[in-house]
């Protein structure tokens, strides 16, 4: 990593052991101080046996197992997640740009469309994994799942409500007020509803085969698979895309090593900006939270604005503008192979992308 890009990354320097760990491929691997913090922190998922398989040294970690969640919240988040009376107009609810059983974004969009037809600022992330970023959006300017409800809420181009809104349609149905209090013990409030989805968000995360391999059953991926695997780590995409999530855990600049947005040739607008549009800092210009690849072979067209049709089109621009290199068309190939296999399993036929 260059000075540069590690400038981007102080925000991360507070969170979870977890967040620690995943930053190993960042400093030297193995130093006394980082293996406690990895023991402690897989310890502390209670899962201990698991250190003994070998993946503690891996700069990528398995999924923990989800953790135990209310299972009436759970349902009425999932309710609420597909419910359209959450938009001014009724047409539009979360699921319309995050298709769970499709990868949790809104699968071909560019950028995604909200009330009356209106295109967005930004490409649709997944948020099947969304629960193990250390920030929500692009620009990270949410800190949580529960706050990052409140500001597509309100988004003009998004669901154009509010709270208020949101509360008086719902109280009107019966069945769902029922819910409600089943669930909470209370009549439904902006509290509530927003813990009840990203409770809902917390249920989704699923291993994928490469959760297998990293758990030791070498077979669950192809030999072509762990060579891609073994190039995302040689050339590095891993000081950048890490952890449980793949990314999801720092902020970097995109073109760190060439001029994405020169290339590209539209011109820049706001939601190009980043995280600059969060801190005002001229360092932060460009600057983005480093997407999860988790699901990635599902959420094409790629990057924050969308404009990457293929999986091997954006590892090719990944090479140039981050790592500074021309990708052959081999290295593409199998990096492509290994990105499939972070696939959630039950999704993967539908995919397509089996091996
Ligand atoms: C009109 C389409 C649309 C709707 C409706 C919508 N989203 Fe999103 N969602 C997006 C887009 C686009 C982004 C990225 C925006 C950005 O980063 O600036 C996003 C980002 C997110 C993120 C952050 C993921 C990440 O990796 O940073 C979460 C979580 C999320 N949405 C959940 C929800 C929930 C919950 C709802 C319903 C309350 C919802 N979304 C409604 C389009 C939508
Ligand atoms: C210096 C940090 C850095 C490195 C190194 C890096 N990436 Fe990225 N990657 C990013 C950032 C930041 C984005 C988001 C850019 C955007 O959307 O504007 C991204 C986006 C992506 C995406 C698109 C994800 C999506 O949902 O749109 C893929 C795929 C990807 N990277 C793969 C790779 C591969 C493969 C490598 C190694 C060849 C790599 N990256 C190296 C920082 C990095």
Redesign the pocket.
Known sequence: MSGKTRENVPISRRRTSRNNISRWACHVIGSVRHVAIGLSSVLALGSGAALAQGFGKEPIKPLPPNPALDTAKVELGRR??NDPR??DDGS???A???VVAQGGA?RGKR?????RRQD????????LT?AY?F?????G??PS?ED??SH??VDP???ASTWPAVIQRLSKDADLVNAVRAAYGEAPSQQNLSEA??IY?RSLPEASRFDRFLRDEKEAITAEERQGYEKFKSYGCVACHQGVNVG?NMFQRLGTLGDYFADRGAPVTR?DLGRFNVTGKESDRYVF?V??LRNVALTAPYF?DGSVATLEAAIDAMFRYQLGRVASAEDQRLIARFLRTLTAQSLEKSAGNAP
């Open positions: 609420l997640f959450f938009s539009t609810s979360c319309s740009c995050h809104d950028v995604s469309v909200g009330v967005g600022e930004a490409n649709s992330p997944s948020i969304a970023n920030r929500q959006f692009w620009d300017r949410s799942l990052q409800i597509v809420l181009r998004e669901l989805i990203a968000e999801g939601v939270k997407p999860s924050h």
